[in-house]
T-cell receptor, first 116, second 114 residues
């Protein structure tokens, strides 16, 4: 079953706007939450990641907000650009060893289109 | 580009056949994970190899098997192919188990089963 639920499925934002993608999880053992960006024909590329001991992490135009009590985290893309048009995946994993190794559990993805 | 390479890029097989996909990890990386990405879905974890041993496995049947070689490159083998095996197969490498969370993905092999 899907351990990480992601929304929305698709998103259209005007250039310069803010793109917001949300994810929710159930397994409280998850302790690492990365976001990946995937362009057509390419593999996913790590964008930014957060551990649950902080509530926010910012790298350039990308910010992760993390709400441990609500078991939710989100990606904010500020000043969105047409070059940001891609599919974005949230993921969660257990950094401490588990019997499934160190699997990344991905959401279903959000297709972002930034219009000029 | 991550330095993770996969071959072939595309492959067409028929139901019941067997397939082998290959992955060369990024230099200095000793951990390789394989993922299956169906169309319009997120990647699903198949298994992970660390120093030539399977280190964990997702919810995939035994007809999905793998190998890791002394140079840390890896193979994914799928026997008795089914139509639902059609997907993009992604390989990801990471530097060590301690830093496993930073997984660098290759471009994938797109498999079509007819």
């Amino acid at each position: 079953q899907q351990q990480v639920k992601q929304s929305p499925q698709s998103l259209i934002v005007q250039k310069g706007g803010i793109s917001i993608i949300n994810c929710a999880y159930e397994n409280t053992a998850f302790d690492y939450f990365p976001w990946y960006q995937q362009f057509p024909g390419k593999g996913p590329a790590l964008l930014i990641a957060i551990r649950p001991d902080v509530s926010e992490k910012k790298e350039g135009r990308f910010t992760i907000s993390f709400n441990k009590s609500a078991k939710q985290f989100s990606l904010h893309i500020m000043d969105s650009q047409p070059g940001d048009s891609a599919t974005y995946f949230c993921a969660a994993s257990i950094v401490q060893y588990s019997n499934s190794g160190y699997a990344l559990n991905f959401g279903k993805g959000t297709s972002l289109l930034v219009t000029p | 580009e991550t330095g993770v390479t996969q071959s072939p890029t595309h492959l067409i097989k028929t139901r019941g056949q067997q397939v082998t996909l290959r992955c060369s990890s990024q230099s200095g990386h000793n951990t390789v994970s394989w993922y299956q990405q169906a169309l319009g879905q997120g990647p699903q974890f198949i298994f992970q190899y660390y120093r030539e041993e399977e280190n964990g496995r997702g919810n995939f049947p035994p007809r999905f098997s793998g190998l890791q070689f002394p140079n840390y490159s890896s193979e994914l083998n799928v026997n008795a192919l089914e139509l639902d095996d059609s997907a993009l197969y992604l390989c990801a490498s990471s530097r060590t188990l301690a830093e496993q969370e930073t997984q660098y993905f290759g471009p994938g092999t797109r498999l079509l089963v007819l």
